[in-house]
């Protein structure tokens, strides 16, 4: 089969229920998809009835509403489509529009931040109709999967779904005020584009399996670089070795099924990393997407005895994993506000609209920061391999020139609109340039008709940073509709407000090295804020501005916010402390062993040699360093067994996260560096791992 057969051939499309349901149910469909409202309980069960009948065609036995509750995955429960047999022993298969519509799982396992007493444990998953449903074939079955966001008893959000479609919605009738004031009277909506490009790690499952660390903590505790990394660039777009070429392919089918553009695929920077991404699509369809796109990276890793490590940072020494979030704002009838278009000098629309991400980006930088931040991204962000933990706005010198023209700057607005690029060699063509250079270490980086916010984690749920990039926006343009609704002399007014909100916010643009050590020290005299880590990050969630700010756009109310500032306080000491408790484990009964074998070799060596008169000087000096990395150690173990445990005991989630951020991380620390340097002076043979060689460089 070819790629139009495979395409989508999993997926409930608006295709698929036009030619499978009466016309009169497929319109009010459509109608209720676009414009909102409640589907009739007979249309539901119309519809329920033809989605059952076409999964079981496809070989679906149960169905399931698909979520994302706040533990950072997905979650599903499968109920078959069986029904009570009748006295003869028939089954109907069934599935009615009630079950279609409304879950209610339950729900008192999942993290609710204190929203959900437990004697309240009722949470109810709901049909989220804008994004189609879909099969999945597992070796469990084939499932009929239902998205659905995932909300309390009092219809608080438990989910990461819920608040970023409340944040589209928000977004859009804001935009559309704004467009309206250009004259644009038909557009409908506004809606927001996402194109993840995820990255990640393959390493071969059967050493996986004898890397506890990967297993518990899904990175590396434990290793000796090995002698080669990422030095010479080889890797980067590199020749894809056959192994992982077949797994590419058969992921490419697998995501095709479900109707995932996966068009991108290379090598990345570090050894046995990769990256994928699709053609962009609807926020909330692609975080559905990029979800899935997840979780069949791993299946399909299975398949070829391979693990896919989604971490932000399996290894250290070489580059972790991002997923660049591109974004950008349309409206229905296909216009991209962020397109400066061939003239942004004589576009008041785009400068508005420019003027507006400006002071969006500045105003809530901390949220921003906030919102990529996750457990592994703390390895990343300032490290010198993903943009620094200060949030800036790279434009490019095309659009920077405008903005310093309209401040009133006395630089010549810049004419390089992009022009020719002349190779020097006579058989290739003449080339036209972009406007824009690439900056990679800007965390928000215009690309000509969009920006990338390069800060998000690789196995993050990007709902959380666009409904952060969607709110902030959400507000800029309403406090600039709010202003220019109704002036008499609309273009005099813009122009002048444009003018004053380039000129409070021009501070948050920066197109030099973000990795410098300059810019750390520029941006403190910005007055930019430099969040240097999740725990740091987390109080932004209840600062005064961003509650106004959710509670004005009715996206998350002060006590969700609370609850998810709570949840993610709970979601970073437990991770830390697996990795503690991991490592605890596996220093005591594995590496410290490991290391006595040695020096009880070397020491039956120094004797040996010595007993016959020659000299084990080597022997012996061997065995002494050994021994004092072998004490240094112990000791490290002693001490990070004892600061975990008076971490884990304390009272406040809060004090619990941050100790575990400025305490057990410098322990556990402590504890791998000698570890790692006696792997370097012993035989690889009675080395208890797989080293970080035979994991990089043997898949
Ligand atoms: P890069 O060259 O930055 O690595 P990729 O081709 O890997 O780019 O990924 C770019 C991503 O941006 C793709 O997912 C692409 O579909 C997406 N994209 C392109 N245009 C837009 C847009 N207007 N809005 C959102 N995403 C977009
Ligand atoms: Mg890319």
């Known amino acids: 089969m070819g790629i139009p057969e495979i395409f989508g051939s999993n997926v409930f499309s608006l295709a698929v229920m036009k030619e499978r349901l009466p016309k009169n149910v497929y319109t009010e469909f459509v109608d209720v998809q676009e414009n909102g409202g409640m589907l009739s309980s007979a249309t539901a069960d119309t519809i329920a009835e033809a989605m059952k009948n076409w999964a079981v065609e496809k070989g679906a036995t149960h169905y399931t509403h698909w979520f994302q509750p706040m533990t950072g995955a997905t979650a599903e429960k499968h109920?078959?489509?069986?029904?009570?047999?009748?006295?003869?022993?028939?089954?109907?298969?069934?599935?009615?529009?009630?079950?279609?519509?409304?879950?209610?799982?339950?729900?008192?396992?999942?993290?609710?931040?204190?929203?959900?007493?437990?004697?309240?444990?009722?949470?109810?998953?709901?049909?989220d109709i804008t994004s189609p449903a879909f099969v999945k074939e597992q070796s469990c079955g084939t499932i009929l999967c239902i998205p659905t966001v995932f909300v309390s008893f009092t219809g608080e959000a438990l989910d990461a779904k819920t608040p970023l479609l409340r944040s589209m919605q928000a977004v859009s009738k804001e935009a559309i005020r704004l467009v309206r004031l250009f004259g644009n009277t038909t557009a409908k909506k506004v809606a927001a584009y996402v194109g993840p490009e995820q990255e990640y790690f393959l390493v071969d499952r059967s050493k996986y399996l004898q890397r506890r660390d990967l297993?518990?903590?899904?990175?590396?505790?434990?290793?000796?670089?090995?002698?080669?990394?990422?030095?010479?660039?080889?890797?980067?777009?590199?020749?894809?070795r056959e192994r992982v070429g077949a797994f590419m392919a058969d992921l490419n089918v697998e995501l095709w099924k479900y109707g995932i553009t996966a068009t991108t695929q290379h090598n990345e920077v570090a050894p046995a990393q990769h990256e994928l991404a699709p053609i962009f699509a609807t926020a909330n369809v692609a975080v559905d997407q990029n979800n899935l796109t997840m979780e069949t990276m791993k299946r399909v890793a299975e398949q070829h005895d391979l693990v896919c490590l989604l971490h932000e940072k399996p290894y250290a020494g070489v580059n972790g994993s991002g997923k660049h979030n591109n974004w950008s704002l349309g409206t229905d009838e296909g216009e991209n506000l962020f397109d400066p278009g061939d003239k942004p000098e004589e576009n008041l629309q785009f400068q508005l609209v420019l003027a507006c991400i400006?002071?969006?980006?500045?105003?809530?930088?901390?949220?921003?920061?906030?919102?990529?931040?996750?457990?592994?991204?703390?390895?990343?962000?300032?490290?010198?391999?993903?943009?620094?933990?200060?949030?800036?706005?790279?434009?490019?010198?095309?659009?920077?020139?405008?903005?310093?023209?309209?401040?009133?700057?006395?630089?010549?607005?810049?004419?390089?609109?992009?022009?020719?690029?002349?190779?020097?060699?006579?058989?290739?063509?003449?080339?036209?340039?972009?406007?824009?250079?690439?900056?990679?270490?800007?965390?928000?980086?215009?690309?000509?008709?969009?920006?990338?916010?390069?800060?998000?984690?690789?196995?993050?749920?990007?709902?959380?940073?666009?409904?952060?990039?969607?709110?902030?926006?959400?507000?800029?343009?309403?406090?600039?509709?709010?202003?220019?609704?109704?002036?008499?002399?609309?273009?005099?007014?813009?122009?002048?407000?444009?003018?004053?909100?380039?000129?409070?916010?021009?501070?948050?643009?920066?197109?030099?090295?973000?990795?410098?050590?300059?810019?750390?020290?520029?941006?403190?005299?910005?007055?930019?804020?430099?969040?240097?880590?999740?725990?740091?990050?987390?109080?932004?969630?209840?600062?005064?501005?961003?509650?106004?700010?959710?509670?004005?756009?009715?996206?998350?109310?002060?006590?969700?916010?609370?609850?998810?500032?709570?949840?993610?306080?709970?979601?970073?000491?437990?991770?830390?402390?697996?990795?503690?408790?991991?490592?605890?484990?596996?220093?005591g009964k594995r590496y410290i062993p490991a290391i006595i074998n040695c020096t009880t070799e070397l020491a039956e060596s120094v004797a040996t040699v010595e007993a016959v008169g020659c000299d084990a000087s080597v022997q012996r000096a061997r065995l002494e360093q050994i021994t004092g990395y072998l004490k240094q150690a112990e000791a490290a173990l002693d001490n990070l067994t004892k600061i975990y445990q008076e971490t884990d005991a304390l009272e406040c989630i809060a004090c619990m996260a941050k100790d575990y951020r400025y305490k057990v991380i410098p322990a556990m620390d402590a504890l791998r560096a000698p570890i790692d340097a006696v792997e370097l002076m012993v035989n690889k043979d009675s080395w208890p791992v797989p080293t970080y060689g035979d994991l990089m460089f043997e898949v």
């Open 358 to 587: 400006m002071r969006a980006i500045d105003k809530h930088a901390d949220l921003l920061r906030e919102s990529a931040s996750d457990v592994g991204n703390d390895h990343r962000l300032g490290a010198q391999e993903a943009p620094p933990a200060i949030i800036s706005i790279f434009l490019g010198d095309q659009l920077e020139s405008l903005v310093k023209q309209i401040i009133g700057g006395d630089d010549e607005l810049s004419t390089d609109v992009g022009g020719e690029l002349d190779t020097g060699v006579s058989t290739v063509p003449v080339l036209k340039k972009d406007a824009t250079d690439r900056n990679r270490t800007s965390p928000f980086a215009f690309t000509g008709n969009r920006f990338e916010f390069r800060m998000v984690g690789s196995r993050d749920n990007i709902a959380g940073p666009n409904t952060a990039l969607n709110a902030v926006m959400a507000e800029a343009f309403a406090d600039a509709a709010d202003a220019l609704e109704g002036a008499e002399d609309f273009e005099e007014a813009c122009k002048a407000y444009i003018k004053k909100t380039m000129t409070d916010h021009q501070r948050i643009i920066f197109n030099g090295d973000g990795y410098s050590e300059e810019w750390v020290e520029e941006a403190a005299r910005r007055g930019l804020p430099n969040i240097k880590c999740m725990v740091d990050a987390i109080p932004v969630l209840t600062h005064d501005d961003v509650v106004e700010l959710f509670e004005r756009f009715h996206i998350f109310t002060k006590a969700e916010l609370e609850a998810r500032a709570e949840i993610s306080y709970e979601n970073y000491a437990k991770q830390i402390g697996i990795e503690a408790k991991t490592m605890i484990h596996l220093a």
């Open 215 to 240: 297993i518990y903590a899904n990175r590396t505790l434990f290793g000796a670089p090995a002698p080669k990394g990422q030095e010479l660039d080889d890797h980067y777009f590199g020749a894809i």
């Open 79 to 127: 109920d078959s489509f069986l029904t009570v047999p009748n006295e003869m022993g028939y089954t109907l298969l069934q599935l009615s529009g009630k079950k279609l519509i409304m879950g209610e799982p339950d729900a008192s396992s999942f993290p609710s931040g204190g929203l959900r007493a437990t004697s309240y444990a009722r949470g109810y998953t709901a049909w």
